[in-house]
């Protein structure tokens, strides 16, 4: 499957978006949870109302891809579910 062509700044809110989920799965309840919750709100906010998601062919298998993408991975392969 052909790679898609994701902007750098909604790879990068993508990457950060995980950075934060995994530090707030890390810590501990009360341990800055906060923090880490708000954070993650504004970014999972970002990614839900970036521009690019108003381009055609920008679907829920895009959004998939995004993240696959900003884990390093190549996206998903042809045939995949």
Do not use: C, I, N
């Amino acid at each position: 499957m052909k790679q898609r062509p994701f902007p750098l700044d909604l790879v990068q809110t993508q990457t950060a978006w995980s950075a934060t989920y995994r530090a707030l799965a890390a810590v501990g309840p009360g341990a800055g949870t906060a923090v880490l919750r708000r954070r993650l709100l504004r970014l999972s906010t970002r990614l839900w109302w970036h521009p690019y998601w108003t381009t055609a062919g920008a679907g829920p298998a895009a959004r998939v891809d995004l993240r696959e993408h900003a884990r390093g991975g190549s996206g998903r392969e042809a045939g995949a579910a």
